[in-house]
T-cell receptor
Framework: DAGVTQSPTHLIKTRGQQVTLRCSPK?????VSWYQQALGQGPQFIFQ???????QRGNFPDRFSGHQFPNYSSELNVNALLLGDSALYLC???????????FGQGTRLTVV | GQQLNQSPQSMFIQEGEDVSMNCTSS?????WLWYKQEPGEGPVLLIA?????ELTSNGRLTAQFGITRKDSFLNISASIPSDVGIYFC???????????FGTGTRLKVLA
């Protein structure tokens, strides 16, 4: 049973560029949430996707956008990258109302 | 961003000792989750709690959902070196899908 998988594992981008991160949820899960984790802090909620729509959004600017596909996989897009966007980006999947969230290994994004 | 109060922030303990940590909030939560995270990895789910007063164990780990629904506790018994890592609580407020995480407890075990 495959867990949550994210790609790529590491990424280096230049300020102003755009980036796309990908997530495949745990088998059987239909909901994907994205979190940003800065060094030394707990994860911060970016948004959640369910039935291919954004269901809830955290306090992140519109530069952060996402998408969920019919197979429940998801992408996180960040435009106009800032140095402060450097962080570990985590994807979590869950099943409907059960709400227990399982995380992937994360994508380490470095903006230079 | 919003984070829950988690204590202690860090602790050094001797192998074999018991460990206790807790999370508190000013808001009521419907679900509490406890995770362990190691450097460069994603959080790994340890225990999930869904009802006030619930006490759940997973091996040497025991967690409780506070009866006020504003706090949760995690205990680790007879610690071993592989317990080293950062432990996070995460609470789910009523009517939302957004987990709020604690500030983390960094555990170091001295053999």
């Amino acid at each position: 049973d495959a867990g949550v998988t994210q790609s790529p594992t590491h990424l280096i981008k230049t300020r102003g560029q755009q980036v796309t991160l990908r997530c495949s949820p745990k088998s059987g899960h239909d909901t994907v949430s994205w979190y940003q984790q800065a060094l030394g802090q707990g994860p911060q909620f970016i948004f959640q996707y369910y039935e291919e729509e954004e269901r809830q959004r955290g306090n992140f600017p519109d530069r952060f956008s996402g998408h969920q596909f019919p197979n429940y996989s998801s992408e996180l897009n960040v435009n106009a990258l800032l140095l402060g966007d450097s962080a570990l980006y985590l994807c979590a999947s869950s099943l409907g109302r059960l709400k227990t969230a399982f995380f992937g290994q994360g994508t380490r994004l470095t903006v230079v | 961003g919003q984070q829950l109060n988690q204590s202690p922030q860090s602790m050094f303990i001797q192998e074999g000792e018991d460990v206790s940590m807790n999370c508190t909030s000013s808001s009521i939560f419907n679900t509490w989750l406890w995770y362990k995270q190691e450097p460069g990895e994603g959080p790994v789910l340890l225990i999930a709690l869904y009802k006030a007063g619930e006490l759940t164990s997973n091996g040497r780990l025991t967690a409780q959902f506070g009866i006020t629904r504003k706090d949760s506790f995690l205990n680790i018994s007879a610690s071993i070196p592989s317990d080293v890592g950062i432990y996070f609580c995460a609470g789910l407020p009523s009517g939302t899908y957004k987990y709020i995480f604690g500030t983390g407890t960094r555990l170091k075990v001295l053999a």
